[in-house]
């Protein structure tokens, strides 16, 4: 069975500053991978996810992750964030289809002034 | 175009009182979903239905029923409420299960069982 780790819980960040964000995941077969931002009070919104081709995927509000297949990552990076990017992150993984998919514990990112 | 729909967004039970959670979406989706949100844990799947009609188990489907009589609604139940089904509830919607569609969620119900 697959699983996913997000190491970090928070990552405070300064305001226009870059930002990375964890994943790593661990499955015996090809996996899809996501990244979801959850907003104070919302629902998860895709942000982006790897399928195959390109390992660089850019994604919504100028995020994007790099997947790595030799170590297990996907990492999620913005050049810039901005106060609004402060929200919840979840990283998930499956192999088949989304009755698969496996969420990580989340990281909070806060973006202060 | 309202997309996922919960109902209640809150709600306080006792504990033993049942209740039932409404998800409603009228994208004409397919499959449902419905999660549970805990600290320290994201999300874990309780049950899904990949029709009308059809339902199945998730990951953690214990002290949880579900139906799915219409395509555009999926009710999860509690039919005894234990102060552990404290969380947050989330169901999504897609087209298929295939990863080529896109998921999207509900803003989630916050139910504390005292």
């Known amino acids: 069975a697959q699983s996913v780790t997000q190491l970090d819980s928070q990552v405070p960040v300064f305001e226009e500053a870059p930002v990375e964000l964890r994943c790593n995941y661990s499955s015996s077969v090809s996996v899809y991978l996501f990244w979801y931002v959850q907003y104070p009070n919302q629902g998860l919104q895709l942000l982006l996810k790897?399928?195959?081709?390109?390992?660089l995927v850019k994604g919504i509000n100028g995020f994007e992750a790099e997947f790595n297949k030799s170590q297990t990552s996907f990492h999620l990076r913005k050049p810039s964030v901005h106060i609004s990017d402060t929200a919840e992150y979840f990283c998930?993984?499956?192999?088949?289809?989304?009755?698969?998919?496996?969420f990580g514990t989340g990281t909070r990112l806060l973006v202060s002034p | 175009n309202a997309g996922v729909t919960q109902t209640p967004k809150f709600r306080v039970l006792k504990t033993g009182q049942s209740m039932t959670l409404l998800c409603a979406q009228d994208m004409n989706h397919e499959y449902m979903y419905w999660y549970r949100q805990d600290p320290g844990m994201g999300l874990r799947l309780i049950h899904y239905?990949?029709?009308?009609?059809?339902?199945a188990k998730g990951e953690v489907p214990d002290g949880y029923n579900v139906s799915r009589l219409k395509k555009q609604n999926f009710l999860l139940g509690l039919e005894s409420a234990a102060p552990s089904q404290t969380s947050v509830y989330f169901c999504?919607?897609?087209?298929?299960?295939?990863?080529?569609?896109?998921?999207?969620f509900g803003q989630g119900t916050r139910l504390t069982v005292v």
């Open positions: 999504a919607s897609s087209q298929g299960g295939d990863v080529n569609t896109e998921a999207f």
């Open positions: 790897y399928l195959s081709g390109s390992t």
């Open positions: 239905s990949v029709g009308e009609g059809t339902t």
């Open positions: 998930a993984v499956t192999t088949l289809g989304f009755q698969k998919l496996v």
